[in-house]
């Protein structure tokens, strides 16, 4: 019985002296209030409990969502709602560990609030609801990385999901976009009706050509050798015909036979 309780104990002393790192996870030990510099990666990690433990970090890609008014060049606030994509560096971990803690979210925050102000300041409001939105992004990203990647975090993107624009402004905007699209239906049906202009233009003058050639090339002569040709085409047929002629043009009668 004494044995048993023994092996009891030992298992539960095994048991509580192991922890799994499982995977999209690295761990750190720490002893006595120091921090090993090995990083362990997903499978077990073994430690004496009574004067170590074992620091989990998950390395897999995090969303960061915030909610903040953005500056804009001409002094505006913007409503937006803001994803922030991130993950840590593995080998980075005890760094981040010593440096930032593990609650370091409220960090990258703050150093967006700062990227976002000095980005947004640079281009007006409308950009922001605009095509250059990715290129806002990325700059934001971009000055985010000059901190963050020396502090073993990497910036995946910044996604603008949401901008709230003031209402006037709005209003403006829509009534820009739908001025630009009735002028740009107004060029395409101006240009359809030039092209089917020309196209009237040049087949009058293709039939005005043609009537032409035609009015020249038909003189009397040939008229006369043409004449000459239907008749004798007319005469192969097996019906009698009556010509009546004047002696320069003759004028052709069918009859049965």
Same mark, same amino acid.
């Given at each position: 019985?004494?044995?048993?309780?023994?092996?009891?104990?030992?298992?539960?002393?095994?048991?509580?002296?192991?922890?799994?790192?499982?995977?999209?996870?690295?761990?750190?030990?720490?002893?006595?209030?120091? @921090? &090993?510099?090995?990083?362990?990666?997903?499978?077990?990690?073994?430690? *004496?409990?009574? #004067? $170590?433990?074992?620091? =989990? /970090? !998950?390395?897999?890609?995090?969303?960061?969502? @915030? &909610?903040?008014?953005?500056?804009?060049?001409?002094?505006?606030?913007? *409503?937006?709602? #803001? $994803?922030?994509?991130? =993950? /840590? !560096?593995?080998?980075?971990?005890?760094?981040?560990?010593?440096?930032?803690?593990?609650?370091?979210?409220?960090?990258?925050? *703050?150093?967006?609030? $700062?990227?976002?102000?000095?980005?947004?300041?640079?281009?007006?409001?409308?950009?922001?609801?605009?095509?250059?939105?990715?290129?806002?992004?990325?700059?934001?990203?971009?000055?985010?990385?000059?901190?963050?990647?020396?502090?073993?975090?990497?910036?995946?993107?910044?996604?603008?999901?949401?901008?709230?624009?003031?209402?006037?402004?709005?209003?403006?905007?829509?009534?820009?976009?739908?001025?630009?699209?009735?002028?740009?239906?107004?060029?395409?049906?101006?240009?359809?009706?030039?092209?089917?202009?020309?196209?009237?233009?040049?087949?009058?003058?293709?039939?005005?050509?043609?009537?032409?050639?035609?009015?020249?090339?038909?003189?009397?002569?040939?008229?006369?050798?043409?004449?000459?040709?239907?008749?004798?085409?007319?005469?192969?047929?097996?019906?009698?015909?009556?010509?009546?002629?004047?002696?320069?043009?003759?004028?052709?009668?069918?009859?049965?036979?």
């Amino acid at each position: 019985m004494k044995n048993r309780s023994i092996l009891i104990l030992v298992a539960i002393s095994i048991l509580s002296s192991c922890t799994i790192i499982k995977p999209g996870e690295v761990g750190v030990k720490q002893k006595l209030g120091r @921090l &090993s510099e090995k990083v362990h990666i997903s499978g077990p990690v073994y430690y *004496n409990p009574l #004067i $170590s433990r074992v620091i =989990k /970090l !998950s390395i897999q890609t995090s969303n960061l969502e @915030l &909610s903040l008014s953005l500056p804009s060049k001409e002094g505006l606030s913007i *409503n937006s709602q #803001i $994803s922030i994509l991130y =993950k /840590l !560096s593995p080998e980075q971990a005890p760094f981040i560990i010593k440096n930032l803690g593990i609650a370091f979210e409220p960090i990258i925050a *703050n150093i967006f609030r $700062s990227a976002s102000a000095d980005v947004c300041s640079q281009y007006f409001a409308k950009d922001l609801h605009s095509g250059m939105r990715a290129e806002i992004e990325k700059a934001i990203k971009d000055k985010m990385m000059e901190t963050l990647n020396r502090q073993g975090i990497e910036i995946d993107a910044v996604l603008m999901k949401s901008i709230q624009l003031p209402q006037g402004l709005a209003t403006s905007i829509e009534q820009k976009l739908q001025a630009e699209q009735d002028v740009m239906r107004m060029e395409f049906t101006l240009k359809q009706a030039k092209l089917e202009a020309d196209r009237k233009i040049i087949e009058a003058k293709g039939t005005s050509d043609a009537q032409k050639i035609i009015s020249q090339g038909l003189t009397n002569e040939i008229i006369k050798i043409r004449s000459i040709e239907a008749f004798l085409e007319l005469s192969k047929s097996p019906n009698s015909k009556v010509i009546i002629t004047d002696g320069k043009t003759p004028f052709l009668i069918n009859s049965d036979k």
